[in-house]
C-alpha cells in the first residue's frame, strides 16, 4: 500500500496561564520528527558522535492540563513514560505537585528512526511550559533530556548538527527546500537507548572521513545543493551497514538512479530508508511515482514524507 501523509502544525505559542497556581491551566505544542538523519557518525574528537537531521512534516503534539485538585499524573498513551517523567521533572522544578494529565497525538512510528521519542519529549517541554506561563528555551530542554536519552535536534528550526548522546547543539546549518522522501520501512523496531549502548566499530579513517562528509553536508546547505546533499546522506547510509545493516539500500541506490533521485537517506538508529527527491526538477510526479511503485515492488511498503523548510 502506497500512502501519501500530509500534516497541519499545531501553533506552539504560549497558552495564557495567569494564576496557574490557583486554578487549572492547560498548554498546548508541537515538534516536528525527521527522516533519519542525513549524515550520522563519530567525529575525531572527545564527544564526537553526532547527527545531521532531516525535518519532516510529520508531528507529535502534547497537551498538558494542570489538575492540582487532583493529585496524581498521568499520561496518554500509558506507555508514554519518558514524556511523563519529564512532565514530573518540570513541576518539580517549579515547585509544583505531580499533578495533571499529559496526552500526547503523534503521527511519527516509535522505533523506526523518525525521532519519534525527541519529538515527544521536546512537545511535552513546551506544552508543560505554555501551561505554567514559564519560559522554556532549548538550553532548558537540553538539560532535561540529557537526563533522559540520547536525544535528535528537533528543537531547532533548521537542519542542524547535533550530539545526540550529550544532547547540545553543535551548529545550525540552515534550510533546505523542500524534498519528498519516498519511503520504506524494512520491519521491527529499535530501541534508541539501546541503539547507543553498542560500541561503535568506526576507525580513525572513519573519524576523519564523518568529518569530511560534515563539511560537504555544511557547505551543500549553505549553499542550497540537494544533489551534494543527497550524495553524503548515501555515503553516510553506506557507513553506516557496519552498525545496524540494511538489507535494502542497494537495491534503494539503484531506484534512486534509475529514477533521477538525489540519493538515499536512512534512520541509522532505526529501520526506515528513503529516495531524496527534488520537487522542483523536471517530471518530478512521474519520477515520484515510479520510485514509489519500485520501492513498493521491493520492499512491500511505501510512505511518501515532505521535508521542512524554515525561514
Known sequence: MIRTQTAVPVSPAAVPA????????????????TFGELLQGVLPEEDGNFLVTLPVARWSMARF???????????????KKKALRLTSM?????????????????????????ASS?????????????ALGVPMPPRRIEG????????????YDAVVAFHHRSVRL???????PSMAVVGVDEGGAVDTVAFNNI????????????????DRVTGAVAARDLAEV?????????????????????????????????????????????????TEAPDCPARLAAAAQLCQELVGNVTVYRTLSFH
Not at 525527541?118 to 511550559?129: G, K, M, P, W
Not at 532535561?144 to 528543537?155: H, M, N, S
Open 230 to 278: 543527497g550524495r553524503v546522506a548515501t555515503a553516510s547510509a553506506r557507513m553506516n551497514q557496519v552498525l545496524r545493516h540494511k538489507w535494502s539500500l542497494e537495491p534503494m541506490t539503484g531506484i534512486c538512479q534509475e529514477v533521477g533521485g538525489l540519493g538515499v537517506v536512512v534512520g541509522h538508529s532505526g529501520t526506515t530508508l528513503g529516495i531524496l527527491m527534488d
Open 65 to 79: 492540563e494542570m489538575r492540582a485538585e487532583q493529585p496524581g499524573l498521568e499520561v496518554w498513551p500509558p506507555h
Open 18 to 33: 495567569a494564576g496557574y497556581r490557583q486554578v487549572a491551566a492547560t498548554g498546548v505544542s508541537t515538534a516536528f520528527g
Open 199 to 214: 560500541p561503535k566499530p568506526f576507525t580513525a579513517a572513519d573519524k576523519r572521513e564523518y568529518a569530511r562528509l560534515l
Open 144 to 155: 532535561y533530556l540529557a537526563r533522559i536519552e540520547p536525544t535528535d535536534g528537533v528543537l
Open 90 to 114: 518540570i513541576l518539580e522544578d517549579e515547585g509544583l505537585p505531580a499533578a495533571g494529565l499529559l496526552r500526547i497525538d503523534s503521527t511519527l512510528p516509535e522505533g523506526k528512526g523518525l
Open 118 to 130: 525527541s519529538a515527544d519529549l521536546v512537545a511535552t517541554a513546551r506544552a508543560v511550559a505554555n
Open 170 to 176: 553543535r551548529a545550525k546549518l540552515g534550510s533546505l
